[in-house]
């Protein structure tokens, strides 16, 4: 893994902001972790996905529009479960309880990958090294998509704005098939390699991947025939797919995002602070849009997410009001979009942008 280190000569925000969030904790008598409403939007989540698997597998409506919509609602409500339980609990935001934040990060072994993974890939590789060529595994997509200025460019990258829908919504099998066995065969996760793995990981991933194989495989083609399995397999994997990567990628690749190469010199020094390169690489999105951070867990104030990621989402939209304050005391952007739209759009003429050769973003 590149060596990478952060200037530690202007620490006022980061001091500050830290400071006074915790004052809001405490004079709120609040926990930072979830609340009952957390749990119960858990609860609620994961009886839509039940019954709506029970009504597609083994009730079977015969309708082909009601099945197409019940499957755009089970592949939206995956990728929901993502965001909202296990998302917070692998973070360790859930719950006080580290044995209830452990349960509901199985909540990605749920949905077929292995969260063993997902805790050094997200928690420690892209929120350290935010949009760190080299390290952020988040932005390291070749040969197909460049979402950085340091990338190596090839001529297919013209077209990535057209085609990269399509590859968002393979993602969830690209994972769940290939992904996660290349991370457990090299022990690796991009450059960074893994620490040795206990018997009980080596236990979880197998199990993981024979329950998906039963749970979203087997049963189904054995209660539906291979046929209509197939068909509904690949069209809800194709919406949870792009559900998932366009709200984790409205974040950070987007047009005033900044971006850092570790990937040539394997030697870099960031000329700032921490969080204030946090403040930099990040993007919050439609924060007054109540059924959008209730739907996408929070991963609308990502700027608040990646300064206090042991915070529950559920307290994200009180905590922005303090970081922005705390921002403009101190002179340090508060990036922001003000509806979903612009935040996609924004997205999407960033990757073009870097699909364009001669364009020089860093
Ligand atoms: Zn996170």
Known sequence: MPQISFATNNRQFHVEVNDRVKQYFKDNHLS???????????????????????????????????????????????????????????????SDNSKVNDFFGYSLNFLGAESYFWRLKHNVLHHTYTNVDGVDDDIFKPPFLRMSPNQPYNSLHKYQRNYMLFLYG???????????????????????????????????????????????????????????????????????????????????????????DALDSGVLAIDEDWAIFQMKTTFDFCPDNKFITWAVGGLNFQVEHHLFPKV???????????????????????????????????????????????????
Not at 237 to 260: C, D, K, P, R, W
Not at 339 to 349: I, K, M, Q, Y
């Open 312 to 362: 529950s989402h559920v307290h994200y939209p009180q905590i922005r009001k303090i970081v922005k304050e705390v921002a403009a005391k101190h002179g340090v952007p508060h990036n922001e979009f003000n509806s979903f739209g612009e935040a996609v759009r924004s997205h999407f003429n960033m990757m073009h942008q870097l699909g364009q050769a001669e364009l020089a973003l860093a």
């Open 32 to 94: 930072q972790r979830g609340n009952g409403k957390l749990f119960f939007k858990a609860f609620f989540m994961f009886a839509v996905v039940f019954t709506l698997y029970y009504t597609l597998v083994v009730a079977q409506p015969e309708s082909v529009a009601i099945n197409f919509l019940l499957l755009t609602i089970f592949g939206t409500f995956l990728a929901f479960i993502g965001f909202n339980i296990m998302h917070d609990s692998c973070h360790g935001a859930f």
């Open 170 to 260: 393979i993602s969830t099998l690209f994972w769940v098939f290939y992904m996660d066995f290349n991370k457990y065969f090299t022990n690796k996760v991009y450059t960074t390699d893994l620490p040795k793995r206990t018997f009980k990981t080596h236990v979880t991933f197998w199990v993981t991947k024979l329950f998906y194989v039963c749970f979203y495989i087997a049963f189904p083609i054995y209660m539906l025939g291979f046929g209509k399995f197939i068909v509904g397999y690949l069209f809800y994997n194709f919406v949870m797919g792009i559900v998932l990567s366009v709200v984790f990628q409205l974040a950070h690749v987007v047009e005033g995002a900044i971006f850092a």
